[in-house]
């Protein structure tokens, strides 16, 4: 008896299909604050204490530095009362992301 619900040459499309959806989704999701903000040689990088001064004369109260894929990652308290995770560029500390 043939198998007449679902064709070989149409499971072979369908599992393509399947297969470049889910790659496409899986490369969208991985980008991430170093895109091209963070791409900076360590050479010219700003220590995490400078950049800890900066955020504390900002009225920033620090909790946490720590390096993620070439950005300092921060997390603080802002200002306003409102906590913050923040990705800086470590040679200019340009904020490059932020997450309320």
């Known amino acids: 008896m043939k198998n007449t619900v679902f064709p070989k040459a149409a499971l072979g499309v369908f599992a393509a299909a399947l297969l470049a959806t889910t790659t496409l989704g899986l490369t969208t999701n991985t980008a991430q604050a170093s895109d091209d903000y963070c791409n900076v040689p360590k050479a010219e990088w700003q220590s995490m204490d400078?950049?800890?001064e900066k955020l504390a004369a900002?009225?920033?109260d620090v909790r946490k530095i720590k390096e993620d894929e070439g950005c300092f990652e921060v997390y603080a308290i802002k200002?306003?009362?409102k906590k913050v995770e923040a990705y800086f560029n470590p040679a200019t500390f340009e904020i490059v992301k932020?997450?309320?």
């Open 98 to 100: 932020e997450d309320d």
């Open 58 to 60: 900002d009225g920033w």
């Open 50 to 52: 400078a950049l800890k």
């Open 79 to 81: 200002a306003d009362g």
